[in-house]
């Protein structure tokens, strides 16, 4: 089964069908950690709960998560656009995740927060509140 992720406000479509990763050793397996990298291979997406959960936060002492999924950022669909608050785009080399969540839906909502700078791993936090996943068929 795979999952897309969805906008709250209109139903759009956010994301392509994505294939869940939710244990420490698939993650190991499928994911990088390093800075300007995407962290899930495309069509994949971390989840970040459980036992993954426990290991980032057994890893960084003190840090807690801002979304419970890390999306690849090929994964968005056309739907999802940038923010029209343009300092939220700042960074150094390239969109800071710093200054809050910086896409939205075509219908105007925030739901995402994309992280690319240079010293930020490449990825996507879904908003929580303005999100939510539907289930592929079978
Ligand atoms: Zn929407």
Redesign the pocket.
Known sequence: MEQILM?K????ELSYPLTTIDTVSEMERLCSFADETPVSPARHFLLMEGEVLAARMKRIPGWEPRSNAWLNLEDLRE?VGFTPHTERLMGCCSISSGYGPNRV?????H?GTQSSDCYEYRMLEPVPTATYWKNTKE
């Open positions: 906008c406000t209109c139903d759009a739907t839906c075509q219908c105007g909502e739901v």
